[in-house]
C-alpha cells in the first residue's frame, strides 16, 4: 500500500546541541560611562570584570552557561534562564524568561537590607558580591562551588539570603568574584586570591587536583601563589582555566592547558602539582602587558597596554580572530603573533570570551564579535563564523540600535548580553531556556539583529509585550536594525507556535540530557527511561496543544486500488490557527467504533502523514490511498497532530468505502 500527498510524510525532528560552558570575565580600561553610571548603581565593585575592572557596569551583567544575571540600580539583582539547581536564587528550579518577564520574578533575597555590587554566573551556579565586600552563592553545591563547606544547592528550595557567607579569612572582603564552569575565585581586600569549587587539572591554583569547599571552606585553602611579591588586579575563571592580571600588569593562568589556553607555549597543565607563581607570565610580546583578561572555554583573550587584542588557546573556527583556525600558545607564546584586526584604527577598552566566540568593546562603545557564529551569538543577523577566513574588522559593529553605545559586554556559552548606556540590556544567540530574556525560547541574532528583539524587561512591572510577526524578539527592526513596537494586531499565530516549538525541543534536550546524567549514575537503563519518558510527557503538556476535531471527510474509490480521502484542516490549538499540518489517518477492513478499535487500526505515512504547505485553518487536505485490494470495503478516521508537540486531537467521524 502506497500514499500519495501533497508532501511526504515526516515527523518533527529535535535539534541536538550541547556545548561546554565558556566562563567570561574580563577586565579593561575605565571609561567615561562608568563615573555615569555610578551615580545610578552601587559603588565599590570592580568585577565581575567582564569588562573592564572599575567599570561598575561591568561588574553588574554576567552571562552563564544557561541563565544570566543583571542589578538593577539600587543593588538588587534578577536572574533569568535554566534554573534546575537553584541557580537562579528564587527557592524554586522554575524556568525565567521564557514566557515571563526577568523583571516578573522579583529580587532574588540577599538578605535582610543587603544589596549586592557586583554579579558572576557560572554554569550551574551564581555568587554575588554584596554591599559589605561579604560574598553569597547559589545554585549547584557540587564540589564545593558554593564555598559553604558541604555540596548541598542553594536556592532551589531556600532563598540565597538564609545561608551564611563564603568564609573569605579573618576580617577579609572580598572586591572582585568570578565564577568559572564549576569553580569560583574572588580577589580580597588585601589583593590576593582565593578560588573554590572543582579542582581538577589545577583550576584553583593549590599545587593539587583537590576540590575546595566541600568538606572545608576556602578560608582554609589560603592565597594562591602568584609569585614572590605578587598580588593581583583581576581575576578571570573560565571553564577549566583561571588567569589573573597582577600588580606589574603581567598575566598569570593556570588549570588545563591542552589547547594552549595558558599561553605557556604547550599543552601542560598549571597548578596541579606546581603552584601559578612558579610558571611565570605570560609572554604578551616584547614591552607589552596587560589591562584586561579573560579565559573562556578552551581559549583566553587579552587586551593590551596599547589597546590591542592578543588571543590564544584553541582556534578553530576563529575564535581567536585572526583569520584562520590555527590554535594559538600550544606551541608558541601568544607574543609571537599580532594584534587581532579590529579595524582601521580601532583599539579595545573590553573583552569578553564565551565558548568558542568573543566580543571586544572598542573606543566607540561598539561591539566586534568573532569565533562561531551558531545560533546568532555574534549577533550580524548569520550563523556564520567569523575571524576564520576574515578579520573581525571587516565585518562592522554589532547593531545595538540607533545611537546606542555598549558600556559593559558579557558572553555565556551560547548568548551574549550587553549593557548599554540607557542602561537596559540586550541579549542575543541561543534562546533555550529563556536565558535571552525575551518571554521566548527563540534565537536572535540568526536573522535579526539584537535590536529587533528589544531591551531585557528587568523593571517589576515590565510584561511581555505582544510580538509582530518581522522577527522573534519584542517587535521587528524590517531589516533597519530600529526595534519598533507591534501594532495592535496582537500576537502572531505563526509567531507563537513558533516560540512554543523552541520551548518545547529546549524542554526534550534538557529531558534528554537529564536522562544521559541518570544512565551514567545508574546501573540499569529503565530507570533512566521512564524518566525520560515522564519527563518528555511533562514538556508535552506545558508545550502542546490540543487540535481540533477534523471535519467532513469524505472517502471516493478511484479504481480497483486507489482511494481519494479529503477532509478540512483544523486549527493545531482547538479552532485557532495556524492549521495542523500533521495528521495521524487510521485504516482498517473492520469498522472504528471508539478509542480502542481506532489505537488498534493501521496507521498510515508510519503514523503522521505531513502537508507542509497546508495555508489555513479550514483549507482542504486530500490523500490518496494505493495498493489496496480490489472489491473490499475499508474504513477510515483521521485525527490531526499538534505542530509542535505531535498530540493528537479528537478523531473525525468514520467513513466507508469500497473498492472497485
Known sequence: MRVAKSASCSSIQDRTAFALRARIVACALATAFAWVLASAFPLGATAEQASQPGSVAAAQLDAGRYHTCALLPGGSVRCWGFSREGELGYANTVTVGDDETPGSAGPVDLGAGRTATAISSGDFHTCALLDGGSVRCWGFGANGRLGSGSEANVGDDEHPGSVP??????????????????????????????????????????????????GETPDAAGPVDLGAGHTATAISAGDFHTCALLDDATVRCWGIGASGQLGYGNGQRVGDDETPGSAGPVDLGAGRTALAISAGGGETCAVLDAGSVRCWGFGRDGRLGYGNSVSIGDDEAPGSVGPVNL??????????????????????????????????????????????????????????GAGRRATAISLGSRHSCVRLDNEEVLCWGYGGNGRLGLCNEVDV???????????????????????????PGQGSDNGTGNYMRPGPGGVDPRLAERRRQGGFRGCVRRARRHARRELERARARRHPRRHLARMRRACSKRY??????????????????RVVLSFHAPGSDGSRPPAAR?????????????????RRAQALCGGSCHFPTLAEVGGRITLTVSALRPRTTYHYEVAARDNVSHRPGPSSQPVRVRTR
Open 343 to 400: 579595524g582601521a584604527g580601532r583599539t579595545a577598552t573590553a573583552i569578553s570570551v564565551g565558548d568558542g566566540s568573543a566580543c571586544a568593546r572598542l573606543d566607540t562603545s561598539t561591539i566586534r564579535c568573532w569565533g562561531f557564529g551558531g545560533d546568532g551569538r555574534l549577533g550580524y543577523r548569520s550563523t556564520a563564523s567569523i575571524g576564520d577566513d576574515e578579520a573581525p574588522g571587516s565585518v562592522g559593529p554589532v547593531n545595538l
Open 582 to 598: 500533521s495528521y495521524l489517518v487510521k485504516q482498517s477492513r473492520k469498522p472504528i467504533a471508539g478509542r480502542r478499535s481506532f
Open 544 to 561: 502542546g496543544r490540543t487540535p481540533g476535531r477534523v471535519t467532513a471527510l469524505r472517502a471516493r474509490a478511484v479504481s480497483r486500488r
Open 445 to 471: 541574532g540568526d536573522d535579526e539583529t539584537p535590536a529587533a528583539a528589544g531591551p531585557v524587561g528587568l523593571g517589576t512591572g515590565a510584561t511581555c509585550a505582544p510580538r509582530s510577526a518581522g522577527g
Open 165 to 214: 557567607p563564603v568564609k573569605l579569612g579573618a576580617g577579609r572582603t572580598a572586591k572582585a568574584l568570578s565564577s568559572g564552569g564549576a569553580h569560583t575565585c574572588a580577589l580580597l581586600d588585601d589583593d590576593s586570591v582565593r578560588c573554590w569549587g572543582f579542582g581538577y587539572d589545577g583550576r584553583l591554583g593549590y599545587g593539587n587536583m583537590d576540590d575546595v569547599g566541600d
